[in-house]
């Protein structure tokens, strides 16, 4: 296997080809796309330069693992993306997961002029958490759904107080054609629908006194981000409307054989219509007619997502080492203090963000 290492934004350009038919040919998670990648680095990229490293057998590329190096206050090599991805294992065939892991994780231990080794959100199942078994900590949990043949037998398997709510769709302002559900079809489209999700996600929050997820860069990214994805076919941004007015909004990704929960947002006023409860029903019909297998509900164990009986709860797992005995020691003591930090507030928050 050939290992090849490009830095600079250019590699985004001249891997674009065949990171696009690899994303495609692997079935791997939107956060592996070269447009979300591509769009993280053009928002969250200060102070930072891309470092990929790509894998070969002869012509044929079978491995990439975006990275950035940072300078300050140590040198790091870190994944790309950190932040608003959920997943950020190395993007690969499947047949070629475990070699690919191997040599990546090889070329970085021995990495020259770099302090620490910081990767974040890497599936337990992946390969690369298996060879860092005893170094890595817990860093997310995820529901997944295992989608069967037909709605009406997914709808079968809830609890009577959820099917009563799956069914508003065939009652009241559903039946009377009052309220309906709309899909972005094109980038203007989809940067229309954003605009109407960041506020309906904003005004849910607010009521909490909390902010949301789409603050200063966060958002723009996702500004950014969000027409390229539904040009791609890879978002569904659907749009709840009742009497003509958005009361409800859902961030649905498709890639591979799987739909991605990424967020939700709905008007608290509206909590009659079960806006979150009817959206995310409609999300899992369309999913489970496109054929597709599984439905992640992606960061996050909230009582809600449990409600739709997920068969399994998948960790996310953060690996960091030290490449230096001084800085890097010296950086990773300093990441793990705010690893610890940022668990204990996402674990006050998650639970707070129930759909209605």
């Known amino acids: 296997m050939r290992v090849e290492t490009h830095q600079g934004e250019s590699a985004f350009e001249t891997l674009s080809a065949q990171w696009d038919e690899l994303f495609l040919a692997s079935g791997a998670s939107p956060f592996q796309s070269r447009i979300w990648m591509h769009a993280w680095f053009k928002e969250y990229g200060s102070g930072k330069t891309p470092f990929v490293l790509s894998f070969w057998e002869g012509n044929d590329l079978v ?6 190096k940072t300078r300050a206050p140590w040198r ?10 959920d997943y950020l294992s190395i993007l690969s065939m499947p047949e070629e997961a475990r070699k690919v892991a191997e040599e990546a994780l ?3 231990r021995i990495h020259k002029k770099v302090d620490l080794l910081d990767l974040h959100q890497i599936q337990e199942t992946d390969p690369l958490a298996h060879l860092v078994a005893s170094d890595w900590e817990e860093q997310a949990k995820c529901f997944v759904l295992n989608l069967p043949k037909s709605f009406v037998e997914l709808r079968a398997g809830l609890n009577k107080s959820l099917r009563y709510e799956v069914d508003r769709r ?12 709309l899909t972005a079809s094109d980038a203007a489209t989809g940067l229309q629908y954003w605009e109407i999700f960041k506020q309906l996600h904003e005004s849910r929050w607010k009521k909490r006194g909390l ?22 076919g890879i978002l569904k941004m659907s749009v709840l409307f009742l009497d003509q007015k958005p009361v409800g ?7 591979g054989s799987t739909a991605y929960f990424y967020q939700s947002g709905f008007d608290p006023e509206a909590k009659a219509a079960s806006p979150g409860t009817v959206l995310v029903a409609h999300a899992l019909e369309h999913a489970v007619n496109e ?20 068969e399994t709860l998948r960790k996310n797992v953060r690996f960091t080492m030290a490449l230096n005995r ?3 020691e010296i950086g990773a003591s300093v990441n793990r203090v705010g690893f610890k930090i940022e668990q204990s507030i996402r674990k006050r928050l998650e639970g707070k963000g129930l759909l209605a």
Do not use: C, N
Not at 170 to 181: N, S, T, V
Not at 211 to 232: H, M, N, S, T, Y
């Open 249 to 255: 909004a859902l961030y649905i990704m498709h890639s």
């Open 170 to 181: 065939q009652k009241g302002p559903y039946k009377e054609g009052r309220a309906q559900i």
């Open 291 to 310: 054929g597709l297998g599984t439905f992640d509900f992606l960061r996050g164990d909230e009582p809600y997502k449990a409600r739709w009986k997920p």
């Open 106 to 108: 090889e070329l970085l």
């Open 76 to 85: 790091t090599i870190r994944s790309m993306g950190i932040g608003p991805s």
């Open 211 to 232: 902010p949301g997820a789409f603050i200063g860069k966060a958002g723009r990214f996702q500004a950014r981000v969000v027409p390229d994805l539904v040009e791609a």
């Open 326 to 328: 001084s800085m890097g």
């Open 63 to 68: 491995g990439l693992f975006p990275l950035v």
